[in-house]
């Protein structure tokens, strides 16, 4: 049974980090291609981020580039988000997924629960 499990999400204050760790069980992580994704309040999920199931090749939501940082350590099965100088419309809930493609599409076979994030002003 495939599972991804979030963690790292918390209250911060606008300007701070936060790091999201996803630790998948269940499958072969190097084999798969893994994203970030979000959803705040009221809106649709967003892609937020992705990396190639090697690490060689990382995908960015344009409006998020430069300030957050998605990698992966495939000894231990784990993917990471680090956010850094977030802000009020940060808040939402981030989900890792995982994908034998992965990349840009929001179509991912595989969903954790989610962990939720909230960047107070």
């Known amino acids: 049974q495939v599972q991804l499990v979030e963690s790292g999400g918390g209250l911060v204050q606008a300007g701070g980090s936060l790091t999201l760790s996803c630790a998948a069980s269940?499958?072969?992580?190097?084999?798969?291609?893994m994203g970030w994704f979000r959803q705040a309040p009221g809106k649709e999920r967003e892609f937020v981020s992705a990396?190639?199931?090697?690490?060689?090749?990382?995908y960015y939501a344009d409006s998020l580039k430069g300030r957050f940082t998605i990698s992966r350590d495939n000894a231990t099965n784990t993917v990471y988000l680090q956010m850094n100088s977030l802000k009020p419309d940060d808040t939402a809930v981030y989900y890792c997924?995982?994908?034998?493609?992965?990349?840009?599409?929001?179509?991912?076979?595989?969903w954790g629960q989610g962990t939720q994030v909230t960047v107070s002003s």
């Open positions: 990396i190639s199931w090697s690490g060689t090749f990382t």
């Open positions: 269940g499958l072969t992580l190097s084999t798969y291609a």
């Open positions: 997924a995982a994908d034998l493609v992965g990349g840009r599409k929001m179509e991912y076979t595989y």
